[in-house]
DNA sequence: CTACAACCTCTAGCGACTAGAGGTTCAAGC
DNA sequence: GCTTGAACCTCTAGTCGCTAGAGGTTGTAG
């Protein structure tokens, strides 16, 4: 029933190290332990580390994250919290790729723009002595 | 002819303690100083920070940077090498846009699937417990 | 000559881990 | 029961690119 943070790790995907890091940070409960103090978790544990998993790869921060473990822990409450988070999460996700559009737009001009020769003539650096840009938060 | 350091970064942009942070990182030399101690900047030091900061802004990390620096100091050798850290940086620019396409989508998808009911019922919540996208490195 | 803004160095903190040292425990094979 | 060694434990420090603060000194305008 109980399993060891090594296979705790197999089973979800997430490294040993990042699962102490989890619990450190109160994302995860700290779990039972055997009389040598080693960790042993049970299928609620997996539930939820899966759940921090898929909510760190779509990009949610530590903090939105604790929030939305807190909200599902109350399944009679209204969601629209979590319709709140998300939707912040997206536009912040909107406004970095639109960032990055513009990057690769000035960055494919560069090169675009090098003709291969010495570095007195690069276009490449050029462009970089000549600031206009906008800030890379 | 030389400027303290807070005229050099109103003249740049750059804030006081991120041209102290370059100077302990080897981007910026170490000015002359005053009797006091005081930095002291030349016009070569403002058009090398600018350098830096547009290098920033396009998403250069500072080591390469600190590269992209030593290849415009060598004007008579070829610019190959800036073209090759510039495509890598596009590359890597390219790969995070893909990315974040993939998490815009699934986001969206999640908010559309809510129907702003209890948490029970929320698609949001229910995405995030089973588990499918891709690493956010 | 005084006031005070601007400067100085040094240390610590951010977020989300990752790496390593140095020591302990569990489980399998004999 | 005993040995081995993989897996576990805690703790500290490092990553990146700054940013913030403490506590002290210098430059310059009036």
């Not at 700290?30 to 040598?36: C, D, I, K, W």
């Not at 080693?38 to 544990?45: A, E, L, N, S, V």
């Not at 709140?84 to 970095?96: E, F, K, P, S």
Request: proline fraction near 6%; charge should be neutral.
């Amino acid at each position: 029933m109980d399993v060891s943070i090594g296979e705790l790790s197999r089973q979800t995907g997430v490294k040993v190290p990042t699962i102490r890091y989890y619990e450190q940070v109160g994302l995860l409960p700290a779990p039972v332990r055997t009389e040598g103090k080693q960790r042993r978790y049970g299928p609620g544990d997996i539930m939820r580390l899966n759940f921090i998993k898929h909510g760190r790869e779509l990009g949610f921060e530590v903090n939105d994250i604790r929030e939305l473990l807190a909200l599902s822990a109350q399944p009679e409450r209204p969601c629209e919290n979590a319709d709140r988070i998300t939707r912040r999460h997206l536009t912040a996700v909107d406004q970095r790729i639109a960032q990055l559009a513009a990057l690769q737009a000035e960055l494919t001009r560069m090169l675009g723009s090098c003709s291969g020769g010495c570095v007195a003539d690069c276009q490449i650096l050029e462009s970089l002595s000549t600031p206009t840009g906008e800030k890379v938060p």
